[in-house]
């Protein structure tokens, strides 16, 4: 499939703030860097209309996404924690998450970091997500969250 054909999908999935996203551009040169560097990029703030076109671009690899998962309401359907650890052992962290069934779905960067992903059913008051994050933070023996 391609990437327009998910793009629908992610608009969907990670629903949040849609007046305004933060966009990412990364050094494509920097991408060779061993795997314990941060690639580096740019990131610039954009007030404006988040569209699936935005979701497929950044499917594409043209130009990172950043959405605001609280919405107009303080409400979210989604919380991520970031992890800027790039010496971490990811692999032992996803194992850990897959043996005790924790409902989170990791995500490699593309600056080489991690994104940890849950999902709500329906929208969940913003303070309660931060809260849930902070917990497996703290379980996992992270030190970064924000939602």
Not at 79 to 85: A, E, K, N, Q, W
Not at 116 to 129: G, I, P, T
């Given at each position: 499939m391609s990437a327009s054909e998910f793009a629908g999908d992610f608009?969907?999935?990670?629903?949040?703030?849609?007046?305004?996203?933060?966009?990412?551009?990364?050094?494509?040169?920097?991408?060779?860097?061993?795997?314990s560097d941060k690639?580096?990029?740019?990131?610039?703030?954009k007030d404006g209309e988040v569209t699936e076109t935005l979701y497929e671009r950044h499917l594409e690899g043209a130009k990172g996404l950043g959405i605001c998962p609280i919405n107009e309401s303080n409400k979210c359907k989604f919380?991520?924690?970031?992890?800027?650890?790039y010496?971490?052992?990811?692999?032992?962290?996803?194992?850990?998450?897959?043996?005790?069934?924790l409902p989170i779905f990791p995500f490699r960067t593309k600056s080489g970091g991690m994104h940890?992903?849950?999902?709500?059913?329906?929208?969940?008051?913003?303070?309660?997500?931060v809260e849930s994050l902070e917990s497996f933070c703290s379980y996992l023996g992270l030190k970064?969250?924000?939602v």
């Open positions: 608009y969907k999935l990670f629903v949040g703030n849609r007046g305004f996203y933060v966009e990412h551009l990364f050094d494509i040169d920097e991408k060779k860097k061993k795997s690639v580096a990029s740019e990131a610039y703030f919380g991520v924690i970031d992890i800027d650890d010496s971490a052992n990811y692999s032992r962290l996803v194992d850990t998450i897959y043996e005790y069934s940890l992903y849950v999902f709500f059913k329906k929208e969940v008051a913003a303070k309660s997500v970064e969250t924000f």
